[in-house]
């Protein structure tokens, strides 16, 4: 491929600071260098052997969304006009929150009413556990859940319709970085 760096095969959020960095070098270079900081502050700095893929800790001393960018240079560098590579993604460790969900069962559907938000990247998905199995749909504000597709959760709404006590259920919310919301009860 063409020269250059790509955090995480180039996702755009990760939930932790521990990245792997992939790596396609010019066929001159002999190493590199990776750095957290574009000025290669010595002690910001790592070098390494050439490699595909190299395990890299980003600067996590900030919690919530941001951008966060490595720098590489391979070895050896030219003084007078060092080539620099760089990729970013936006590191987000917040957890998305839920302040409300209802739901109502209609014939084999469980819909489920949610009011979350998440601070620092956008909502992904709801999970739906039923005992030990679980659903997941995309996110939206009304999440529609086809319980014919889970023997236990037919087992144990079969019996209801409309709106009902679910307390046999819990839902979680996953944003894109992949942060979850604890398991939490319907209502």
Do not use: C
Not at 114 to 137: H, K, N, P, R
């Amino acid at each position: 491929g063409e020269v250059g760096v790509s955090i995480n095969s180039a996702a755009n959020y990760t939930d932790t600071k521990d990245v792997v960095i992939d790596v396609v070098w010019p066929p001159f270079a002999t190493g590199l260098r990776i750095s957290n900081d574009g000025g290669f502050l010595p002690s910001e700095t790592v070098e390494f052997d050439l490699s595909e893929q190299i395990s890299w800790t980003l600067d996590d001393s900030v919690e919530g969304l941001y951008t966060k960018i490595v720098y590489v240079r391979f070895s050896p560098t030219p003084t007078d006009n060092p080539q620099t590579y760089s990729d970013d993604i936006i590191f987000d460790n917040l957890h998305p929150t839920v302040t409300e969900s209802e739901a109502a069962l209609i014939g084999d559907a469980l819909v489920v009413m949610i009011d979350a938000e998440d601070e620092a990247s956008v909502l992904a998905s709801v999970d739906l556990q039923v005992g030990d199995e679980v659903l997941t749909e995309p996110f939206t504000s009304a999440v529609s859940f086809d319980l014919s597709e889970t023997s236990a959760a037919v087992d144990r709404v079969g019996h209801r319709s409309g709106t009902s006590d679910f307390d046999d259920f819990r839902l979680r919310v996953t944003d894109l970085a992949g942060n979850k919301t604890s398991w939490l009860k319907i209502g």
